[in-house]
């Protein structure tokens, strides 16, 4: 084993499939610097070695660490799967609930005359104190796309942190699910990734969800060589800064994007199907105005008919999901879906992000554990 100076880099950008692997899209630049691919790279072989069971579940390499996980929202899979990550490396996961047994948080420069007690400056200063990593999640506002964009509230919580932040779902992005979600499908395309077809479907849903995982997907699917394919409804286009970066992404990977309103067409020949529900941006101050419209299109549930049309094609969702409504039983069901791999395979990603972050790295996973991984992305 290597071991790496820590320095209190953060990792927002660790989802870092950005334009050139080095940094995130425009205005998320600089976090991840340029080990943002090799971080990829090595953290994507790390988790097919674990997921493959290539490499022992347990270690105590990380014995002297704690990581505290900051969860400003709900969660079950981020939250479980971090907290056994943690465990399985040996280190103590130390969750804190902001608004559930903690002080109230003021975020502004205010002098704090209203309800809110402390600081976010001094709570994540002292749990810096107490721990070796931060694992945050904090959605987006959905209501300020300017401020979402640029990552506001997390970066507050970037600059006050001394030690690495590890995004557990940022107004933009996941990429602990992107992770997990190429590790899934290079294990099921047994690394045979390139040029193979990906469709990320709009889906409806009753509330207008954030954008995070739709970025994150897209990013990580045209990263991977894949032909992506956005099929949603008019109204519903992702932010411009992100299909810049995919566009960008995609001369370098071989794989292409492309956009279109007809989801069946869309699904021709695919050869995954990834559903995921997400407000549109158009309407970002008021997403009330758009839930007549989200009903309208019902139809986009994604069901046997649609699957029909795909090249016996893999279901992906990243959970949680609402049956009947993004997806039908029988697809959920059924033997292509790979909804609960997903779900696993947070562990694995989790665990090499973890090691990654604090110098556990050895310096190259066993080539024979990533298939055809090694020749991805240089
Ligand atoms: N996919 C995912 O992040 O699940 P949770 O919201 O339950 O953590």
Redesign the pocket.
């Known amino acids: 084993m290597t071991t790496k100076t820590l320095t209190p880099e953060h990792l927002l950008n660790w989802h870092s499939i950005g334009p050139d692997g080095t940094a995130g899209p425009d205005g998320m630049d600089g976090a991840a610097g340029p080990d943002g691919k090799k971080a990829w790279n090595w953290c994507l072989r790390r988790a097919l070695a674990y997921g493959g069971h290539r490499i022992p579940s347990n270690t105590t390499s990380a014995s002297d660490k704690k990581i505290a996980l900051v969860f400003f929202n ?6 479980a799967s971090m907290e056994l990550a943690a465990f399985q490396l040996g280190a103590y996961p130390l969750v804190v609930t902001p608004g559930s047994g903690t002080w109230g948080f003021a975020w502004n420069d205010e002098p704090m005359v209203g309800g809110e007690a402390e600081h976010i400056r001094e709570a994540i200063g002292v749990l810096s104190r107490y721990s070796d990593a931060l694992g945050v999640r904090l959605f987006a506002s959905g209501t300020d796309l300017e401020m979402d964009r640029n990552e506001s509230r997390f970066s507050a919580i970037m600059k006050a942190s001394s030690v690495p932040v590890i995004n557990l ?1 940022s107004a933009f992005w ?1 990429p602990c ?1 992107a992770l997990a979600d190429a590790a899934v499908i290079t294990s099921h395309m047994a690394g045979e990734t390139q040029e193979r077809k990906f469709v990320l479907t709009w889906a409806p849903h009753p509330k207008a969800l954030p954008t995070a995982v739709p970025n994150s997907t897209l990013l990580m699917a045209v990263r991977l060589g894949m032909h992506v394919t956005v099929a949603r409804p008019d109204g519903f286009d992702l932010d411009e800064t992100v299909m810049h970066a995919a566009t960008a992404e995609a001369v370098k990977s071989g794989g292409s994007v492309s956009v279109t309103n007809d989801q069946a067409g869309a699904c021709e020949s695919a050869d995954v199907v990834y559903a995921k529900s997400w407000g549109g941006l158009g309407r970002y101050e008021n997403p009330e105005e758009e839930a007549d419209e989200r009903r309208s299109h019902a139809s986009w549930c994604v069901d046997e008919s649609l699957m029909s049309h795909t090249n016996d094609a893999v279901f992906m969702h ?3 999901v609402r049956r009947g409504v993004v997806v039908t039983d029988s697809v959920l069901d059924g033997p292509g879906s790979l909804h609960l791999d997903q779900a696993e395979y947070r562990v694995h990603a989790q665990k090499a992000i973890l090691e990654w972050t604090w110098g556990l790295a050895e310096s190259e996973p066993e080539a024979a554990d990533v298939h055809k991984t090694s020749e991805m992305n240089g």
């Open positions: 709900d969660s079950l899979r981020t939250r779902e996941h699910q990243c959970l949680p």
